[in-house]
């Protein structure tokens, strides 16, 4: 008997600001590809949850803390920190208005509707980069998931993010004791190091089991204060 696959279906195409930007459907996933690399799905986001949580974790009892998602993606964890009514002001940083306009009103809108809708988020459409380098405001939080991990960048100009100079911008971002939060594919010793040699303490990773391969990790430093 032969053996049939699913085909994905690709439900938008467009040139973004580094490339091309797909959505398409394989059953009954959302799967966001960037430039030909599979970025994320709909599949599960327990550790996307986690970035948020382990971020909040980390802080300290302060009242409404702000936070930065670098990153929209399938929204996970934009909606998991919106149902949280501890968090204050939720900020979302996304260089792609295609992913921006399927939540707005395309078919990821049934995952992020509520959260968008909340009066604490605010989508900003910008280079997380950029937006770390040149903006005037602080938060208590940055859960920064922009890439496949911090050696594995969907796109090269992404490589600074996770430089010195990167690290320093993120500090510079967060108010004293704040927490910068960093997911990725695997766990990553050498940027451990690089978050210690930034002067974050209480450097640490939270690995998240996946069905096959290595754990997904959440990278977790505290900026001093």
Same mark, same amino acid.
């Given at each position: 008997m032969a053996t049939t696959y699913d085909i994905p279906e690709v439900l938008d195409r467009r040139e973004g600001p580094s490339g091309e930007v797909v959505l398409r459907r394989h059953g009954t996933l959302l799967q966001i590809i960037v430039n030909g690399c599979f970025l994320m799905d709909t599949s599960d986001g327990r550790s996307e949850r986690r970035l948020v949580d382990a971020a909040l974790n980390a802080l300290d009892r302060r009242a409404a803390p702000a936070v930065l998602?670098? !990153?929209l993606g399938v929204g996970f964890s934009l909606a998991h =920190? @919106? @149902?949280?009514?501890?968090?204050g002001r939720i900020t979302v940083v996304e260089r792609e208005r295609a992913v921006i306009d399927w939540h707005r009103d395309g078919p990821l809108a049934e995952l992020s509707r509520e959260a968008l809708a909340d009066s604490r988020t605010e989508i900003v459409e910008a280079d997380l980069i950029d937006f770390v380098?040149?903006?005037s405001a602080t938060f208590d939080a940055l859960c920064l998931d922009i890439d496949? !991990?911090? !050696?594995?960048t969907v796109t090269e100009g992404n490589d600074g993010l996770y430089s010195a100079a990167g690290l320093a911008s993120c500090a510079r971002t967060l108010r004293p004791g704040g927490v910068l939060a960093v997911?990725? =594919?695997?766990p990553s010793p050498e940027f451990e190091g690089s978050l210690r040699n930034a002067g974050f303490r209480y450097v640490r990773t939270e690995e998240i089991p996946v069905a096959r391969g290595v754990p997904d990790a959440v990278h977790l430093g505290v900026r001093p204060g």
């Open positions: 998602i670098g !990153g =920190a @919106a @149902a949280n009514p501890r968090w380098n040149e903006t496949n !991990g911090p !050696g594995w997911w990725s =594919a695997q």
